[in-house]
């Protein structure tokens, strides 16, 4: 697609995977409004920093305020809603906060975008609505389960987001990242976790060790949002965003030390555990559907993607506190 001059929404424009798409956008020729969630102190949250900031409209908003999301919308052809509350384990203590902004403001999105007859909607999915694996690799057809408040949260957006399609023929595609990591991700995720405390020198403090997950780049999942804005096959479908590997998160501690050159010293936190019935035992995905459909794949590899996160976030030790759980 050439995105010169096209008219571009990103929503939660100002996070860790939607900085890097709107300066990817950008940076392809796109007209790019961001649209981050106000705030007293006028923060744009990673836009802030970014070189690219004055080459975007950035509007500051809620999307579970209806007419926000209207006037965010107006005028755009490409909406890609990234906006989400995605911590799993605050969504313990909040969850009526998860559904409003994830279920009711997807909904706002949606209807927004087909009222003013946007061209398509790329809507964020997560992995985590799979659950525990009943097989492996995990392809779209999988059941979903919610094992979390966040994971319900979204497959309700999820199915929002189908119903529009079935409905409305609104021209919508669901992604569905696996474990996107990489610069600027926060310490609420795994991998700035365990390098945060690596830099510092810090023990290794984890919930669950045995878990695994498929690790995806944050380069990666942004090549997925673009190819996902201009492949016609892929509207009304869902589409897994993974590598196809898993490892455990004890080995990942284990993998992250060795490149910071830290003895692994990992231990369990009881206060990091999920519930047990919520803990998501293993997630392995199965990207057939995207390598056909959008002509997606992964290129960068864990080990070198870890290379770039741990470097970048040595120059960035200050926006961590490793001695801290993030919730």
């Not at 906006?83 to 902004?101: C, D, E, F, G, H």
């Not at 609420?188 to 023990?203: D, E, K, M």
């Not at 009304?236 to 692994?264: H, P, W, Y």
Request: charged letters at 25%; a negative charge.
């Amino acid at each position: 697609m050439n995105w010169s001059g096209k008219r571009v929404l990103v929503t939660g424009g100002g996070g860790f995977i939607g900085s890097h798409l709107v300066e990817a956008l950008v940076e392809a020729g796109a007209d790019v409004r961001a649209m981050v969630l106000y705030n007293s102190l006028g923060s744009r949250d990673w836009l802030d920093s970014s070189p690219l900031a004055g080459d975007m409209e950035i509007i500051a908003g809620d999307i579970c305020d209806r007419d926000c999301v209207r006037d965010a919308v107006r005028g755009t052809e490409v909406v890609f809603h990234l906006a989400a509350l995605i911590a799993i384990p605050y969504s313990y203590a909040a969850p009526q906060s998860y559904v409003r902004t994830n279920i009711e403001g997807s909904l706002n999105i949606l209807q927004a975008a087909r009222d003013e007859g946007c061209h398509r909607i790329v809507h964020t999915s997560t992995s985590e609505v799979y659950g525990t694996a009943e097989y492996v690799p995990i392809d779209e057809k999988h059941p979903v389960k919610g094992q979390s408040p966040y994971s319900a949260s979204k497959i309700g957006a999820d199915k929002m987001a189908e119903a529009f399609f079935r409905s409305f023929e609104t021209p919508v595609v669901t992604l569905r990242p696996f474990n996107t990591f990489g610069p600027r991700q926060s310490a609420r995720a795994v991998i700035p976790t365990i390098i945060s405390q690596c830099l510092a020198g810090q023990t290794i403090k984890l919930g669950g060790l045995s878990p695994t997950r498929d690790f995806t780049y944050v380069a990666d999942t942004v090549s997925g949002f673009l190819k996902a804005a201009v492949a016609d096959a892929a509207v009304g479908e869902t589409i897994n965003l993974g590598v196809g590997k898993e490892i455990s998160i004890n080995d990942l501690a284990e993998m992250i030390a060795g490149l910071t050159d830290r003895q692994a010293n990992i231990e369990q936190d009881e206060e990091r555990l999920r519930p047990p019935e919520s803990e998501v035992d293993r997630l392995l995905s199965d990207n057939t559907l995207a390598r056909e459909l959008l002509a997606w794949q992964p290129e960068v590899s864990l080990e070198q993607g870890l290379r770039e996160t741990i470097e970048w976030m040595r120059g960035h030790q200050e926006k961590y506190r490793p001695d801290e759980y993030t919730v």
